[in-house]
Protein backbone atom coordinates (compact mmCIF):
# COMPACT_ATOMS: atom_id res chain seq x y z
CA UNK A 1 0.00 0.00 0.00
CA UNK A 2 1.45 3.33 -0.82
CA UNK A 3 1.45 5.86 1.90
CA UNK A 4 -0.56 9.64 0.59
CA UNK A 5 1.07 12.64 1.91
CA UNK A 6 -0.77 14.10 5.18
CA UNK A 7 -4.59 15.30 4.29
CA UNK A 8 -5.18 12.75 1.38
CA UNK A 9 -6.73 9.22 2.07
CA UNK A 10 -5.66 6.23 0.31
CA UNK A 11 -8.54 5.04 -1.83
CA UNK A 12 -9.18 2.09 -4.39
CA UNK A 13 -8.11 -1.13 -4.56
CA UNK A 14 -4.81 -3.03 -5.76
CA UNK A 15 -3.02 -1.30 -8.80
CA UNK A 16 -6.13 1.30 -8.72
CA UNK A 17 -5.02 2.53 -5.77
CA UNK A 18 -4.61 6.73 -5.20
CA UNK A 19 -3.85 9.63 -2.82
CA UNK A 20 -7.13 11.74 -2.41
CA UNK A 21 -8.53 14.67 -1.42
CA UNK A 22 -11.90 13.12 0.32
CA UNK A 23 -12.60 17.09 0.96
CA UNK A 24 -12.48 18.07 -2.49
CA UNK A 25 -12.58 14.52 -4.67
CA UNK A 26 -16.02 14.78 -6.71
CA UNK A 27 -15.44 10.93 -7.14
CA UNK A 28 -14.34 10.17 -3.40
CA UNK A 29 -16.61 13.10 -1.08
CA UNK A 30 -16.44 12.38 2.13
CA UNK A 31 -15.26 8.94 2.01
CA UNK A 32 -13.59 6.69 -0.72
CA UNK A 33 -16.26 5.98 -3.44
CA UNK A 34 -18.61 8.47 -2.84
CA UNK A 35 -19.82 9.84 -5.87
CA UNK A 36 -21.22 13.14 -5.59
CA UNK A 37 -24.37 13.04 -8.33
CA UNK A 38 -25.78 14.16 -11.18
CA UNK A 39 -21.99 13.89 -12.25
CA UNK A 40 -21.34 17.44 -13.80
CA UNK A 41 -23.57 19.58 -12.16
CA UNK A 42 -22.02 18.56 -8.23
CA UNK A 43 -18.90 19.54 -6.57
CA UNK A 44 -17.18 18.48 -3.27
CA UNK A 45 -16.94 20.92 -1.06
CA UNK A 46 -15.55 20.20 2.37
CA UNK A 47 -16.57 16.89 2.17
CA UNK A 48 -20.17 17.33 1.60
CA UNK A 49 -21.81 17.08 -2.05
CA UNK A 50 -23.14 20.70 -3.34
CA UNK A 51 -24.40 21.84 -6.73
CA UNK A 52 -21.96 23.87 -9.32
CA UNK A 53 -24.23 26.34 -9.74
CA UNK A 54 -24.19 27.95 -6.16
CA UNK A 55 -27.77 29.41 -6.72
CA UNK A 56 -28.94 25.85 -6.88
CA UNK A 57 -30.12 23.16 -4.38
CA UNK A 58 -29.41 19.57 -4.30
CA UNK A 59 -32.64 17.98 -3.88
CA UNK A 60 -33.90 14.36 -3.88
CA UNK A 61 -33.63 11.37 -1.55
CA UNK A 62 -31.40 8.46 -3.62
CA UNK A 63 -32.47 5.89 -0.45
CA UNK A 64 -36.24 6.52 -1.42
CA UNK A 65 -35.40 6.02 -4.90
CA UNK A 66 -35.47 10.01 -5.81
CA UNK A 67 -32.09 10.38 -7.69
CA UNK A 68 -30.12 13.59 -6.83
CA UNK A 69 -30.78 16.33 -8.86
CA UNK A 70 -29.52 20.46 -8.73
CA UNK A 71 -32.72 22.85 -8.64
CA UNK A 72 -33.13 26.92 -8.38
CA UNK A 73 -35.14 26.83 -5.93
CA UNK A 74 -35.88 30.22 -5.60
CA UNK A 75 -38.14 30.12 -9.05
CA UNK A 76 -39.09 26.16 -9.32
CA UNK A 77 -42.60 25.06 -8.57
CA UNK A 78 -41.69 21.60 -7.93
CA UNK A 79 -39.36 22.58 -5.43
CA UNK A 80 -40.53 26.39 -4.34
CA UNK A 81 -38.26 27.30 -1.01
CA UNK A 82 -37.19 24.15 -0.42
CA UNK A 83 -36.97 20.80 -1.85
CA UNK A 84 -40.30 18.86 -2.43
CA UNK A 85 -42.64 22.18 -2.16
CA UNK A 86 -44.73 22.20 -4.89
CA UNK A 87 -46.79 25.03 -5.86
CA UNK A 88 -49.39 23.66 -7.41
CA UNK A 89 -50.31 21.47 -4.47
CA UNK A 90 -49.94 23.75 -1.78
CA UNK A 91 -51.86 26.91 -3.48
CA UNK A 92 -53.66 26.70 -6.37
CA UNK A 93 -53.07 25.05 -10.21
CA UNK A 94 -52.30 28.31 -11.57
CA UNK A 95 -49.52 29.38 -9.02
CA UNK A 96 -46.22 29.79 -9.44
CA UNK A 97 -42.49 30.13 -7.68
CA UNK A 98 -41.48 33.59 -7.14
CA UNK A 99 -38.47 34.29 -4.94
CA UNK A 100 -38.67 31.50 -2.68
CA UNK A 101 -42.42 31.78 -2.14
CA UNK A 102 -45.49 30.12 -4.15
CA UNK A 103 -47.59 33.24 -5.55
CA UNK A 104 -50.63 33.45 -8.22
CA UNK A 105 -49.00 33.43 -11.87
CA UNK A 106 -49.36 37.22 -14.01
CA UNK A 107 -52.10 38.35 -14.24
CA UNK A 108 -53.58 36.41 -11.76
CA UNK A 109 -52.36 38.40 -8.39
CA UNK A 110 -55.14 37.58 -5.51
CA UNK A 111 -54.98 34.31 -3.86
CA UNK A 112 -58.48 33.24 -3.36
CA UNK A 113 -59.03 29.96 -0.69
CA UNK A 114 -57.33 28.16 1.39
CA UNK A 115 -53.79 26.96 0.41
CA UNK A 116 -54.23 23.15 0.03
CA UNK A 117 -57.42 23.11 -0.01
CA UNK A 118 -59.17 24.22 -3.16
CA UNK A 119 -57.38 27.64 -3.55
CA UNK A 120 -58.05 29.71 -6.60
CA UNK A 121 -55.49 32.95 -8.10
CA UNK A 122 -57.76 35.36 -9.41
CA UNK A 123 -57.38 37.94 -12.24
CA UNK A 124 -56.42 41.57 -11.50
CA UNK A 125 -58.70 43.89 -10.03
CA UNK A 126 -60.50 40.87 -8.85
CA UNK A 127 -61.01 40.21 -4.69
CA UNK A 128 -61.41 37.65 -2.98
CA UNK A 129 -64.61 37.30 -1.00
CA UNK A 130 -65.26 33.98 0.91
CA UNK A 131 -63.15 31.86 -1.00
CA UNK A 132 -64.87 33.62 -3.97
CA UNK A 133 -63.25 35.58 -6.87
CA UNK A 134 -65.15 38.63 -7.79
Same mark, same amino acid.
Given at each position: ??????? @????? +???? +?? !? +???????????? /??? &?????????? &????????????? @???????????????????? #????? !???? !?????????? !????????????? &? #????????? +???????? /???????
Amino acid at each position: MCQCNPG @LSNCG +VGAD +VD !C +VDEQSDANNCGS /CAN &VCQPQGSTDC &VNAACACTNSDDS @LCGSPTDGIPLFCINTTSDA #LNCGA !CGNI !CNNTYASNSG !CRNGACTCSSGQS &V #LCGTPGGGA +VCCGDGNT /CTNGVCN
